[in-house]
């Protein structure tokens, strides 16, 4: 797949957003993503969480000033698509690519199951397909592929009143600062991904302090994968010999699979 190799990033302001939905919606659209079910919960948010099935979730958050509830705030969630994610060094098995143009990629034949990826990354998330014989991890591809067709992401062509933004990594960082900057009664003096983990390609703005809405505001500045190694270490077992065990399962999975297709193919044909 040819990539255009220029850095992209995408702003998501959340002053902007009005909990349509329609992110989510094209989302699903374009990834050929299913449902699973889910219950009423009484706090408008379906699902409560990013699934394997749902790789964007618009959460709503009820917000409070002096005491009294000011209103609802709408969060579009999905994977931040890190600079230097914590998930690609944490994967014994280089499952996880950071494309030049901004996408964390993941290379689902390469996954052996350990989920390691999960416990690295700091914003929670890559998801498991728990309910499949042979599960794999799912999160967000930043529409790697239609990035690669010079396209905008799914999300963000679907958002009406233009709460997500996509761009050069340069111009989403300026116009960010920009907006802070010429309306500061409007936002919160922090461009959230900016810093975050190293920075991310995907960035936030907001009226309401991110804490407040549930973001994780303690994550270091600095790049995991250096923490994510030094916490693998600590791990009570020879991480090599059980790679390469579930390597071979992986391979002996993917090899059956392909062959279950290819003699489907020949019972059909
Ligand atoms: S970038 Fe693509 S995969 Fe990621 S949330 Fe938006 S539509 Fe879904
Ligand atoms: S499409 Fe835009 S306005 Fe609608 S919920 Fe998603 S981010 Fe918010």
Redesign the pocket.
């Given at each position: 797949m040819a990539t255009n190799t220029q850095p992209k990033a995408a702003l998501?302001d959340?002053t902007?957003?009005?909990?349509?939905?329609?992110?989510?919606i094209?989302c699903k659209s374009w990834n050929n993503r299913g449902v699973k079910p889910t219950t009423l919960n009484g706090n408008f948010t379906n699902p409560v969480d990013m699934n394997s099935e749902a790789y964007?979730v618009?959460k709503f958050v009820e917000t409070e000033k002096d005491n009294m509830i000011s209103g609802w705030d709408?969060i579009?969630t999905q994977c931040m698509h890190c600079k230097d994610p914590a998930c690609a060094s944490a994967c014994p098995v280089g499952a996880f690519e950071k494309r030049q143009d901004g996408p964390v990629i993941y290379h689902d034949e390469r996954c052996i199951g350990c989920r390691y990826c999960m416990m690295a990354c700091p914003f929670d998330v890559p998801k498991y397909e728990w309910e499949k014989t042979s599960p794999i991890v799912q999160k967000c591809t930043f529409c790697a592929d239609r990035l690669a067709m010079g396209m905008t992401p799914a999300?963000a062509k679907?958002?009406?009143?233009?709460?997500?933004i996509f761009g050069s990594y340069d111009e989403i960082v300026s116009e960010a600062e920009r907006r802070i900057k010429e309306h500061p009664g409007d936002y919160v003096n922090h461009v959230y991904g900016r810093n975050e983990a190293g920075g991310t390609s995907w960035m936030y703005l907001s009226a309401v302090p991110f804490e407040a809405l549930g973001f994780k505001t303690n994550i270091p500045a600095a790049p995991l994968p250096d923490l994510t190694w030094a916490m693998l270490k600590t791990i009570p077992y020879k991480v090599g010999g059980l790679v390469a065990i579930l390597a071979a399962i992986a391979y002996f999975r993917n090899r059956g699979a392909s062959e279950g297709a290819a003699s489907k193919k020949e019972r059909e044909g």
């Open positions: 998501i959340l902007k957003c009005i909990g349509c939905r329609s992110c989510q094209a964007t618009v709408f579009k999300c679907a958002c009406a009143p233009k709460a997500i």
